[in-house]
T-cell receptor, first 113, second 111 residues
Framework: AQSVTQLGSHVSVSEGALVLLRCNYS??????LFWYVQYPNQGLQLLLK????ATLVKGINGFEAEFKKSETSFHLTKPSAHMSDAAEYFC???????????WGAGTKLIIKP | NAGVTQTPKFQVLKTGQSMTLQCAQD?????MYWYRQDPGMGLRLIYY???????DKGEVPNGYNVSRLNKREFSLRLESAAPSQTSVYFC??????????FGDGTRLSIL
């Protein structure tokens, strides 16, 4: 069965510092992997997706993620945090063929001035 | 550019009352989904509809029913609301080989 683990329910970084949000997955088949962002009182917006092409995926708002099969990881990074990045971030996995998403519990990103 | 529209945005119910949450998409997507979001638990799939005329249970279907009224609309019904169903409900849709698009959610409180 597929599962997703996001390490850290809350991550706090200073403005201008590196953002690193961790996601590990388990899947018995080649996975598709996604990061979504949720701003307060809004729905979820797709940041980026991995669908078996390039292992380094670039998304919106300067975020990127790297698929590492050996580590079963898909960590999200951004070189320099902005105040506007404060939100909750969700990692999700699906089997390549069906796009039925299994979700992590989410990580709330806090940006300190 | 409406995308996925959910109504209502907020609702307070008393235990035992019934209500229907509405979802409509204007992107001609085949598949539609209902999730609930609870703190620390991510999103959990309630029901989904892979195509018009079909519906299937997700991870947490108990206490809910759905109707895929047509290609655009997918409604979620609570027949007898319980406090455990207090949550934020999200509708999503997608087309073939594309990720899911989400509505802004319905915040439901059951007293």
């Amino acid at each position: 069965a597929q599962s997703v683990t996001q390490l850290g329910s809350h991550v706090s970084v200073s403005e201008g510092a590196l953002v690193l949000l961790r996601c590990n997955y388990s899947s018995s088949v080649p996975p598709y992997l996604f990061w979504y962002v949720q701003y307060p009182n809004q729905g979820l917006q797709l940041l980026l997706k991995y669908t078996s092409a390039a292992t380094l995926v670039k998304g919106i708002n300067g975020f990127e993620a790297e698929f590492k099969k050996s580590e079963t990881s898909f960590h999200l990074t951004k070189p320099s945090a902005h105040m506007s990045d404060a939100a909750e971030y969700f990692c999700a996995v699906s089997e390549a063929s069906n796009y039925q998403l299994i979700w992590g519990a989410g990580t709330k990103l806090i940006i300190k001035p | 550019n409406a995308g996925v529209t959910q109504t209502p945005k907020f609702q307070v119910l008393k235990t035992g009352q019934s209500m229907t949450l509405q979802c409509a998409q204007d992107m001609n997507h085949n598949s539609m989904y209902w999730y609930r979001q609870d703190p620390g638990m991510g999103l959990r799939l309630i029901y989904y509809s892979a195509s018009e005329g079909t519906t299937d249970k997700g991870e947490v279907p108990n206490g809910y029913n759905v109707s895929r009224l047509n290609k655009r609309e997918f409604s979620l019904r609570l027949e007898s609301a319980a406090p455990s169903q207090t949550s934020v409900y999200f509708c999503a849709s997608r087309t073939v080989n594309q990720p899911q698009h989400f509505g802004d959610g319905t915040r439901l409180s059951i007293l």
